[in-house]
């Protein structure tokens, strides 16, 4: 869930980016992004259907089961062995040459009594299956409240990074000031150098903390 949120949160910034300002990623998108894509909801999905096969299951084992077999084998020709009978009766065959034989089988199964084993089963598949969808309803809770935290965490980190480019436009406007002065024999030298160290500061900062907030956001995650 934290690798999904992290990627979530990357999701947030570069749409963000990447989109015009008129459509940024809307808090709800970033949150159906998050579902649709995590695989801890994934698996406990498949982990209800699971549940819902093992109760049909154990409700198949209360039906009956019919089960019809037929079966064909051939022989070789083995001589007939007969023994003779009284007179004017033909002699009685013991060992007939039957090379071709045929079985069939038929079997009714129906479990009567079962001990209360096949209702208890059935039972604890409904149990479970019902905790499966609690631990759903809890994990898509805990993801909701995660990519919350992590979309305003962005929101937050792009907001410092605007106030620090404002911050540098008025520093750079402040260096061209102090040139202006220093041109005019207002200053001394050293007040521009001071300005400009004073920009490359505030350029650093700019640089270094969307970098610096996404590496915080990630260590949250």
């Known amino acids: ?10 999701a947030i910034a570069s749409g963000a980016a990447a989109q015009p300002q008129s459509t940024p990623l809307s808090l709800e998108q970033a949150i159906a992004q ?3 894509n995590s695989q801890r909801l994934a698996e406990l999905e498949a982990r209800g259907e699971a549940a819902d096969f093992a109760i049909a299951g154990r409700r198949a084992t209360d039906m009956p089961s019919l089960a019809l077999l037929g079966g064909y084998t051939r022989t070789n020709h083995v001589q007939e062995f007969s023994v003779p009978t009284t007179i004017g009766r033909p002699p009685e065959v013991l060992y007939p040459d039957v090379p071709d034989n045929f079985h069939t089988r038929l079997d009714l ?11 208890a089963l059935e039972r604890a598949a409904r149990a479970e299956r019902s905790a499966i969808g609690k631990d759903v309803e809890a ?6 409240l995660e990519i919350t935290r992590a979309y305003w965490a962005v929101i937050t980190a792009r907001e410092a990074e605007a ?7 008025a520093v750079t406007a402040d260096v061209g000031d102090v040139k202006t002065r220093l041109e005019s024999g207002l200053v001394p030298p050293n007040d521009v150098a001071s300005a400009q160290a004073q920009a490359a500061r505030q350029r650093v900062l700019s640089t270094c903390t969307w970098n610096v907030r996404l590496k915080q956001l990630a260590e949250r995650l």
């Open 163 to 169: 106030v620090l480019q404002r911050s540098l436009e």
């Open 109 to 119: 199964q129906w479990p009567i009594y079962t001990g209360g084993r096949t209702d």
């Open 34 to 36: 998050g579902i649709a």
């Open 139 to 144: 994990a898509r809770a805990d993801l909701r």
């Open 1 to 10: 869930m934290r690798y999904v949120c992290f990627i979530a949160a990357m």
